[in-house]
C-alpha cells in the first residue's frame, strides 16, 4: 500500500456507521427485491459464504495462525482473532456441546445492528445472518464443513444475540481440476 | 409479537448518539460493497443502471446518516449558507466518514449552480478493478448517492453524479431556488 494514504486517519479502518449503514441499505434492499424474510435470509448467507471465502485469505495473511488441532481452538481464534479483525469486537464463547462439536458465540454489541429496530411482521428475518454465511464460507476454506446458525438475537427482544456452530465433517483437500 | 420483550433491554434507540462508533477494518467494509456491487450488477442490464442502483443505497445510507452528522458534528445546528454546507461536506462530513477531507471544491466557470467535489481515490474504488467493457462504471455513485441524500436532507435540493475526472469528480447541481435562496441570504 502506498505511503501517501497514511495522512489523516487509519487507512486501513472504515467508519464504522458508514458500515453499519451500508449493511442496513443492503438488507433493506433485500426486502424491498425479495419481500420474504426467509429468502432475504438466504440471500444473506450466500453473500456472507462468499466474503468468508475471500476473507480467511486476508485473515490467515494477517493473523499468523497455524492449523488448529481441535474445535476449541477454532472457537477461540474466531472469536478473539477473527471477529477482533474485522468487526471490533470479541463474542463470548459458551454452551458447548458435551461431545464438544458445537458452540455458541455470544454477541452483546452486534456492531451489524446499530441504529436496527425491525419493523413488527419481521419475525422471520435474521437480520445479520450474513455473519453465518461468512462463517461458514471461511471454515469451509479450512477444510471444516460446519452448520452456522442464528439462535438468539437481540434484535427479536432476546438479551443476547447468539450465533451457534455446530462441526459436520472434515473436508478434503480438493485438488483443482488439471492439478496433481 | 417481537417487540414485548423490548423494554426491559436497554433499545438499541435509545443508545446514545455522542461517542461516534469503533471503526471496523477496510476488508471488511470492501467485501461488503464488492458484495453490493455484485448483488446489483445482477439485477441491472447496462451502467447507468447499475450507478443508478448503488445511489439508490448510498441514498438510504446518507438520509440515515444525516441526523447523527448535525447533532454530532454542527451541534445542533442547521448549516443554511451553501458555501458553508459545501465546506461542511468537505471537510467534517468526508472526515467522518472517510477519514480526510476531500481533496477539491471547485465550482464551475460558467455556472453558478454547479458545484465540484474532487476525490482522487475514493475509499469505495479503492479495491474495485473497473472491467474493460465497462469502462465508464464508479461505483463512486454510491458516494454520490450518500451526498445527494445529505444535501436534499438540508434543503439545498442537489443532483449528484459522478465522473471519472481527475480521480473521481462528484459533480453537484443544485436546484435554481437553492441559488435564490442564497443570494437573499448573502444580501441580509
Redesign the interface.
Known amino acids: 500500500m502506498s505511503r501517501q494514504t497514511a495522512r489523516a486517519g487509519d487507512p486501513r479502518k472504515v467508519n464504522g456507521e458508514l458500515f453499519t449503514l451500508t449493511y442496513g441499505a443492503l438488507v433493506a434492499q433485500l426486502l424491498r427485491d425479495y419481500e420474504d424474510d426467509e429468502e432475504v435470509n438466504k440471500q444473506l448467507e450466500k453473500m456472507g459464504y462468499n466474503i468468508g471465502v475471500r476473507l480467511i485469505e486476508d485473515f490467515l495473511a494477517r493473523s499468523n495462525t497455524s492449523r488448529c488441532n481441535d474445535f476449541r481452538e477454532t472457537s477461540d481464534i474466531i472469536s478473539r482473532l477473527g471477529f477482533k479483525m474485522y468487526l471490533g469486537i470479541t463474542p463470548v464463547i459458551s454452551n458447548w456441546s458435551p461431545a464438544g462439536d458445537e458452540f455458541s458465540l455470544l454477541i452483546e454489541n452486534n456492531p451489524l445492528s446499530d441504529f436496527v429496530e425491525l419493523p413488527e411482521g419481521h419475525t422471520a428475518l435474521n437480520y445479520s445472518n450474513i455473519l453465518c454465511g461468512v462463517l461458514k464460507g471461511a471454515l469451509e476454506m479450512v477444510q471444516m464443513d460446519v452448520d452456522v446458525w442464528f439462535v438468539q438475537d437481540q434484535l427479536k427482544g432476546d438479551n443476547i444475540t447468539e450465533i451457534r456452530l455446530k462441526f459436520i465433517k472434515r473436508l478434503d483437500d480438493a485438488v483443482p481440476a488439471g492439478e496433481d | 409479537?417481537?417487540?414485548?420483550?423490548?423494554q426491559s433491554?436497554t433499545?438499541?434507540?435509545d443508545?446514545s448518539l455522542a461517542k461516534?462508533?469503533?471503526?471496523?477494518?477496510?476488508?471488511?467494509?470492501a467485501?461488503?460493497?464488492s458484495?453490493?456491487v455484485?448483488?446489483c450488477q445482477n439485477?441491472v442490464y447496462t451502467v447507468p443502471e447499475l450507478q443508478n442502483k448503488l445511489a439508490?443505497?448510498?441514498q438510504?445510507?446518507g438520509s440515515?446518516?444525516l441526523d447523527?452528522l448535525f447533532v454530532r458534528e454542527k451541534g445542533y445546528k442547521r448549516e443554511i449558507k451553501l458555501l458553508n454546507m459545501l465546506l461542511f461536506i468537505k471537510g467534517n462530513f468526508w472526515?467522518?466518514?472517510?477519514?480526510?477531507?476531500a481533496d477539491k471544491l471547485e465550482q464551475a466557470n460558467d455556472d453558478d449552480k454547479t458545484y465540484y467535489i474532487i476525490e482522487k481515490?475514493p475509499?469505495v474504488n479503492k479495491f474495485i478493478s473497473v472491467p474493460k467493457d465497462k469502462g465508464s462504471l464508479n461505483c463512486a455513485a454510491f458516494t454520490a448517492g450518500i451526498l445527494e441524500a445529505v444535501l436534499n436532507g438540508t434543503n439545498f435540493p442537489a443532483k449528484v453524479t459522478v465522473h471519472w475526472h481527475k480521480g473521481t469528480t462528484f459533480m453537484i447541481k443544485f436546484d435554481e431556488s437553492v441559488i435564490i435562496r442564497d443570494k437573499m441570504v448573502e444580501g441580509k
Open positions: 409479537m417481537a417487540t414485548v420483550g423490548k433491554k433499545n438499541n434507540l443508545k461516534g462508533k469503533p471503526e471496523v477494518n477496510v476488508a471488511t467494509f467485501l461488503l460493497f458484495e453490493i455484485q448483488y439485477r439508490e443505497l448510498g438510504h445510507v440515515h446518516l447523527v472526515r467522518t466518514l472517510f477519514g480526510k477531507d481515490e475509499v
